[in-house]
């Protein structure tokens, strides 16, 4: 008997059943053959073929589907031989006397096999689209003539050096000579490296012995100390550094804090939606709750209070635990800046109900209208007013190398700060950071530098600050390019931009499109979208399903990293076209 794994999409996921018959047509022209020997049997396995995807040149949305699908998933059909097997047996006996036992062909790993958690949890930014465009990207390399553009961007995440940020020179420098030591005992060092450089990379050496130890878990003493000094420059209040994090990337920390706080099934977490889906599919992983507060789209992203505190009566009227509140500023996807008010009335929020605020703070540096205010700084003045309302409020805020100017994604980067938890809650914390011994060093590194870059006076001050303004001046250029462009396009609205490196417009599908979608297979009308949008020009971004949005709308988040206009032009082409098409 033949039998089959076949996959089917369910409610978004994907779960294999068995099936006693032969293997849909449509699917075996699509699959390729690979026969083997093991375990005493004869197995024939059928794997998705790469090879015939890598020529995909249709702009059809289904066949879209189709190609992605076909990378990411395989089918096994399972043929066994009687005779073929009883022939293998026999030679392995009588070529080994320690063959003693038989066993029967095992099924490979499935998805029910899995961890449940894992495999329900989705991850839009590097989801469906993202691997399509690398596809896109592959084929343009072997046939540049094939598509109907040149290149392919990832406007899809906010990886500032994968387009044309370049790193800033200090840092470069700083960690040249930490990699490799022995250039500072070099005669031409100091030709090479500015004054400033060269000391500093002696005091992190010093501090730290080399990189390529461990280093204390929580990360090198002198660099928690550097940070607590930085975060009081920034709000005028004192820092720990014994409560201070370094981590792998604010990612680390995020994963960190909702393992430890995911107490019980019942434990639940606000998320604001629009959400950056870390947060959606971390709490899926420990298997927590996420209540949703919708952010106001009229009112620039901003958070309603009234709003925020209805759902967590709600949630306690369900029984929900509510452990902590997330809270990104400056916003991911939407790009918006908190108002004080704003902060002052969810701490407010946060004391009453003593719930953890989780405050993600990674663009902070990324702020073109208004100005960044961080939630300890708003906190520490509520605190001073009415010491006896808001002292016992826990907050954990974060930030990182990755964003800012610094960008520096791959170095993996960041810091957690915990103001007002239990000393035997941060002795947990500290022992789950224990196990993973310590986050990169280098990165660890380069967050020293991000809070203490060259000040006027300093060698390398006029380059560090040319360059820190020329990267800011460019991004905030770039976001009103985009925006500009968004404003022309039919049916499209969008927030002016504020901060962080997105933007996050309102899209109008004509219902004609929906239908074209439903037909197509997908299950959400903006999804079609981007593919469409992705096929026919080569840009790459997320649906706003993805991120979550209010019922009955449709959104797409793109970065504004992309160089040039000609990615602007593009955009307005290809809406013009969709709305013409499906008018």
Not at 10 to 16: A, E, M, N, P, V
Not at 403 to 420: A, D, I, N, S
Not at 559 to 571: H, I, K, S, V
């Amino acid at each position: 008997m033949t039998i089959a794994a076949v996959i089917s999409r369910q409610g978004g996921g994907l779960k294999y059943g068995l099936k006693c018959s032969r293997v849909d047509s449509v699917i075996r022209s699509r699959l390729s053959c690979l026969s083997f020997v093991s375990n005493n049997s004869l197995v024939s396995f059928y794997s998705t073929s790469s090879a015939s995807t890598s020529g995909f040149t249709s702009t059809s949305p289904s066949t879209s589907v189709i190609a992605s699908s076909n990378t990411a998933t395989t089918s096994a059909l399972f043929s066994a031989s009687s005779r073929s097997t009883r022939s293998y047996r026999a030679r392995n006996i009588a070529n080994s006397r320690n063959f003693t036992t038989t066993t029967s062909p095992k099924m490979p790993l499935t998805l029910d096999k899995l961890n449940a958690h894992v495999v329900d949890a989705k991850y839009a930014v590097r989801g469906r689209l993202a691997l399509r465009a690398e596809e896109l990207r592959n084929q343009l390399k072997t046939n540049p003539k094939s598509l109907p553009f040149t290149e392919v961007i990832n406007a899809n995440i906010g990886n500032p050096q994968q387009l044309d940020q370049q790193p800033l020179t200090f840092f470069r420098q700083v960690l040249a000579l930490v990699q490799y030591p022995q250039l500072i005992k070099h005669e031409s060092c100091a030709k090479l490296f500015p004054r400033d450089v060269i000391e500093r990379a002696m005091v992190l050496l010093k501090e730290i012995g080399s990189v390529g130890s461990y280093s204390h878990s929580k990360g090198v003493p002198y660099i928690r100390k550097s940070i607590a000094e930085s975060i009081e420059r920034r709000d005028g209040f004192p820092a720990d550094p014994e409560s201070i994090y370094l981590t792998t990337g604010a990612s680390a920390g995020v994963e960190r804090l909702l393992h430890i706080l995911s107490h019980s099934e019942n434990s639940a977490f606000l998320i604001p939606i629009p959400q950056y889906p870390l947060y959606s599919a971390t709490l899926t992983l420990v298997n927590s709750n996420a209540v949703q507060y919708y952010l106001d789209e009229s009112k620039d992203w901003g958070t309603d209070a009234n709003k925020m505190r209805d759902i967590i009566e709600e949630a306690k009227r369900e029984g929900l635990d509510l452990k902590a509140m997330v809270v990104i500023n400056p916003g991911n996807p939407t790009g918006s800046v908190l108002t004080e008010q704003n902060i002052e009335e969810i701490i407010d929020i946060a004391a009453k109900d003593h719930i953890v605020i989780i405050a993600d703070e990674v663009y902070q540096t990324n702020v073109y209208k208004g100005e960044f205010i961080s939630f300890k700084k708003v906190l520490r003045k509520m605190q001073q007013k009415d010491p006896q309302k808001y002292n016992h409020v826990e907050l954990a805020s974060l930030h990182s190398t990755s964003k800012g100017m610094v960008g520096e994604c791959g170095q993996r980067g960041g810091y957690m700060e915990l103001v007002g938890f239990h000393p035997d809650v941060e002795e947990t914390i500290y022992k789950l950071a224990s196990i993973s011994l310590c986050p990169p060093v280098t990165g660890q590194v380069l967050t020293e530098l991000m809070v203490n870059p060259p000040r006027a006076g300093d060698p390398s001050y006029e380059e560090y600050s040319q360059e820190f303004n020329s990267i800011y001046n460019t991004l905030k250029d770039r976001s009103t390019a985009l925006y500009e462009a968004f404003k022309q396009m039919e049916g499209v609205t969008c927030n002016p931009p504020e901060g962080a490196m997105y933007l996050f417009p309102r899209i109008t599908i004509p219902d004609k499109a929906i239908e074209a979608a439903n037909k197509a297979g997908y299950s959400m009308a903006d999804e079609y979208y981007c593919t469409l949008l992705l096929e026919k020009t080569g840009i790459c971004v997320i649906p706003g399903s993805g991120f979550g949005q209010e019922p009955g709308t449709w959104h797409f988040r793109t970065t504004f990293l992309a160089p040039g206009t000609e990615y602007a032009n593009r955009f307005v082409q290809f809406h013009k076209w969709f709305m013409d098409e499906y008018r």
